[in-house]
């Protein structure tokens, strides 16, 4: 029985240090993401940049859904050669145009899906990239014209994309405001419940 005993205890002890260093390891993501939200709200809220600043709105704090690690996950980059011109709807009915970029390749949810990266050519600078998207909590939960995620894509060929961080173009805050609509190629067969959800003034 002793035997037995101080064979598990290794074995026990590292259990309890993975574990410990879990639960470290989350609480630092749900600080950070936490961080990364307030200083939106901060943005939002203060810089006379910000739309409801500029439009003269009353100011009301965006609402998220429960932060989410699962959401958070590894793409493959897989850039595209031949960068060819599309033509984006935004919200007045216009049009913007943007150039083909990168596809970013995941899985989530068991499901294996893409997401096209796209650079404006209508405006921003040489290393702005867009990458808007809607799901099946479009217009049900969040909002309905979609939302944004910042995308970094360096010389690697993976990075990360977090959907806790997906937040709200600014016409779902303000109507004056003009915002480029989600590619087609963007419509995710999923629910994201993740990041910014619609936002209301009641």
């Not at 970013?104 to 040489?126: A, C, N």
């Not at 909002?143 to 994309?161: A, E, H, P, Q, W």
């Amino acid at each position: 029985m002793k035997k037995i005993i101080w064979f598990l205890l290794p074995i026990l002890l590292i259990l309890l240090f993975y574990s410990f260093s879990d639960n470290k390891n989350d609480k630092n993501y749900l600080l950070e993401i936490d961080k990364e939200i307030k200083n939106r709200h901060k943005y939002l809220a203060f810089n006379k940049d910000s739309p409801f600043n500029q439009f003269n709105v009353v100011y009301q704090s965006p609402n998220y859904y429960p932060i989410d690690k699962k959401y958070k996950v590894n793409a493959a980059v897989e850039r595209i050669k031949e960068r060819k011109i599309i033509f984006l709807s935004t919200s007045n009915g216009k049009s913007e145009r943007y150039q083909k970029f990168a596809w970013l390749k995941f899985s989530l949810d068991g499901q294996l899906l893409r997401l096209l990266v796209l650079k404006p050519l209508e405006f921003g600078k040489d290393k702005t990239l867009f990458c808007g998207f809607a799901d099946n909590t479009s217009g049900d939960g969040s909002y309905g014209g979609g939302r944004y995620l910042d995308v970094n894509i360096g010389k690697s060929n993976k990075t990360s994309l977090d959907f806790n961080l997906a937040y709200n173009p600014y016409c779902a805050y303000v109507n004056q405001y003009t915002c480029p609509l989600p590619p087609s190629e963007n419509i995710l067969p999923i629910a994201i419940e993740a990041g910014e959800r619609a936002y209301k003034i009641e």
